[in-house]
């Protein structure tokens, strides 16, 4: 299967912190796999802008060495390399000052192309770049501008965040991303409920028994410690990419799919979930890998801070309280350096309401697993017979699908900053979250996080390598369930 690639609009994209981490292991590389599956139009340009002093020929060099680092280059040949770089540009600039905006400004004057500027830099300079963008006339009504997160760290610094924003942009212009969103499985998750008609008459309370979220990760903090202390899981995780997969997994079919109706739909679903009780959360700290103590320390060791008591692991149980989902219970769990490299969704529906077969049949469940990386795909539990003699009992066998598998090699893979940089170009702001959705997130996120620090509660060791704290078990098995195991 060979999937269609359609050419966007001329366009110039600067990335201001274009010499950064993001910029290197995602953008730049993303640019380049776009390049070469001939979406990007030749006159489109990339530029560069850092406080770095560079030239062109020097951020170029950076570029080549970072898409050959990070996996951009695949079987491109050199020359396709120098084609690409071609229309990359650099400009040295200062976010709080005035060097180098007026070259800047040179560059994009009256260009008649698509203009986005992604804000690859601390969210402390969203502000002053948005204002400089302005003052420079930077700022015209079609621009677009991209912002990651961490978009806030509580609700009153995102709202702080969208009101400096919204001085200079309007939120049409506005691109915030969560790259959870561009993930290939992840929209799959929209294609398989709303493009089928099997699921959505048992999308809920009364079929299903509950839901499970997993995002497990085997890095540990790496070094990011400092970044990470500060957020701990649940900022880091939670509050946008488990929200982001509870919102579609949970929200209504919105009417159209387009970008304000399928974002109505994920903000009534966060605004209509529980607070989370106290005894409903579980956080938890990795110890160090036995044997490995030096590669592997523990959390502590990791961020430097040997009374930290933020948690790199969380599992919470939470409920939504509208028609479609109330009394179903939705668990979710993330952390750091646990057994496998794995997300799955899992959706566990009830028991038949009665058994015609004798009491040693069992009693069975059917279990939909949605796995969103690695090895994306979909397996459904189905109930049979036993093959062989000796009565009817019952056993579950998978029906697998795995989309590698379904789909054939020569589906594409597009990496989610790809997807979503190109959605930028395109206007499309559908894998994109609005202001009022993170806000939303925040004012469900910070009565959690306040609870927590207000017990004073510091979060359990779990070891490294298996999937996080015995009282997250503890959490399922007291509502009779059990998590599903971690595996690759
Ligand atoms: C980031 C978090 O947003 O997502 C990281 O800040 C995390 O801590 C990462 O490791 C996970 O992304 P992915 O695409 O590897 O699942």
Known sequence: MVSRVIPVDPFDLVIFGGTGDLARRKILPGLFRRFVAGQMPATARII???????????????AAEA????????SASADTLKAFLDQVE???????????????????????????YYFSVAPSLFGDLAERLQQWGMADKDARIVVEKPFGRDLVTAQALNATLATYFDEKQIYRIDHYLGKETVQNLMAVRFGNMLFEPLWNAQYVDHIQITVAETVGVGGRGEYYDRSGAMRDMVQNHLMQL?????????????PDAVRDEKLKVIRALDPVLPHHIN???????????????NYRVAVGDPRSKTESFIALKTQISNWRWSGTPFYLRTGKRMSARSSEITVVFKETPHSIFAEDAGRHRNVLSIRLQPNEGITLGVTIKEPGPGGMRLIDVPLDMTFAEALGEDAEQVDAYERLIMDVIRGNQTLFMRGDEVEAAWAWTDPIIQGWETRGEVPKFYDSGTDGTTDSHELMRRDGREWRKVSP
Not at 283 to 297: K, T, V
Request: charged letters at 30%; glycine letters at 14%.
């Open 90 to 116: 650099y400009v040295a600039i200062d976010a709080k000052g005035k060097a180098g905006w007026a070259d800047l400004q040179k560059l994009m004057q009256g260009t008649g192309k698509v203009e986005a």
């Open 246 to 258: 509870l919102c579609l997994i949970a929200m209504e079919p919105p009417a159209r799919f387009d």
């Open 67 to 74: 898409i050959e680092e990070f996996g951009g280059i695949g």
């Open 283 to 297: 956080r938890g700290q990795y110890d160090a890998e036995p044997g490995n103590e030096e590669s592997h320390p």
């Open 48 to 62: 560069g802008a850092a406080r770095t002093k560079l030239d062109s020929a020097g951020y170029r060099k950076m």
